[in-house]
């Protein structure tokens, strides 16, 4: 293997070490819960033996040895999968074929972004505002349809945020907006994601996110949350439903485990239903006392203006934030998209 290359993949797998090492040791219990799901923090910590072990490859100019010609395993190869361990010539004609396909994905994740505009889907009114921390940023929102006619509703939010966050975050709407259209279920989406973002070496974080598949026809949503704070259905006061319903994660954060299993749940909504999506800029933004606007608060600025338009309910939530923040600038990226159903 070349030096450059394999310095460039050790460096590489010794930032998700740092990445990863610090979770563990800096988020909160509480948080870990939710960016976990239904996962343990024991399935990061096989996550990072699996790093380990690559890095002590890479040290003995080792990694990316083939186990049948000990040949140099192909650099594309590599660069997608850093556990790869036989060249491509050695693999079945079945194994040859996705693994060609999961090449061409990836070289989507390099394409130029498409921009993004709200739609105008059927049965709902939709508003949004993201304003990153600094110049740019890791939160990401999107509406992509899926295969069978279905409204994707995305939301996301790499760790960290600046121009790193950012061009993670670039990667992961070029790849979405590749998987969704082809799909037909959400969880089958975070699959592929995880999948093609765990072991490449260019991805040395892990993203929070988002995905729900509207149906139109029914008002219903099928939704799968990898770690993501749980977006919160409002419930209009004719709905029989709790006022409050949070959709929470059905898998850990993509990036983040090494096995990961995503479930999907799908939930009825009723008319002037508001579903708010946010990310953690949202809830956890500070006041001069380090107090944190929360949850609770949030969800009572939308029950407040539940029965306004919804470019209203999202002014009125940024004013109670800019409100409640006294001036103090903003830690995090903010990400809010509201959707009311009509």
């Given amino acids: 293997m070349e030096t450059l290359l394999l310095e460039r993949m050790h460096n590489g797998l010794l930032q998700k070490q740092e990445n990863l090492t610090d979770w563990i040791h800096a988020t909160p219990p509480d948080k870990k819960k939710v960016l976990l799901g239904p996962s343990t923090e024991q399935s ?19 990694l990316g040895k083939c186990e049948v010609c000990n040949e140099v395993v192909e650099t594309e190869l590599l660069e997608v999968d850093y556990t790869a361990c036989v060249c491509i010539e050695h693999l079945s004609r079945e194994e040859r074929h996705q693994l060609e396909s999961e090449l061409a994905l990836a070289q989507e994740v ?9 739609p105008n889907i059927s049965g709902l009114e939709i508003a949004a505002f993201s304003r990153p921390a600094q110049i740019v940023g890791g939160d990401y929102f ?14 996301a939010d790499v760790a960290g945020h600046g121009v790193s966050a950012s061009l993670h975050m670039a990667s ?14 959400p969880a089958e989406v975070m699959r592929q994601l995880h999948k093609l973002f765990i072991h490449n070496i ?11 598949a509207f149906d139109s026809s029914t008002k219903t949503l099928t939704f799968s949350n990898a770690g993501h704070l749980p977006p919160l259905v409002l419930r209009n006061n004719k709905s029989k439903k709790e006022s409050v319903e949070m959709l929470r994660p059905t898998g850990a954060a993509i990036g983040l485990v090494e096995e990961a299993e995503f479930a999907e749940k799908t939930i009825e909504l009723h008319e002037e239903d508001l579903l708010v999506l946010y990310t953690d800029g949202v809830t956890e933004a500070v006041n001069l006392q380090n107090q944190e606007f929360g949850r609770d608060r949030l969800i009572k600025l939308g029950q407040q203006v539940n029965n306004a338009p919804v470019k209203q309910v999202v002014q009125e939530i940024r004013q109670g934030l800019e409100e409640f923040s006294e001036g103090k600038p903003l830690a995090d990226d903010t990400t809010i998209v509201i959707c009311k159903i009509k």
């Fill in 44 to 62: 990061v910590h096989v996550r990072l033996d699996v790093i380990d072990d690559a890095i002590s490859k890479a040290e003995s100019k080792t």
């Fill in 110 to 118: 390099q394409k130029t972004l498409l921009p993004q505009e709200v």
């Fill in 142 to 155: 999107d509406f992509v349809d899926f295969s069978n006619g279905l409204h994707g509703l995305a939301i």
């Fill in 172 to 185: 992961i709407q070029a790849l979405l907006r590749t998987l969704v259209p082809v799909n037909q279920s």
């Fill in 202 to 212: 260019r991805f040395e974080t892990f993203v929070t996110f988002f995905i729900g």
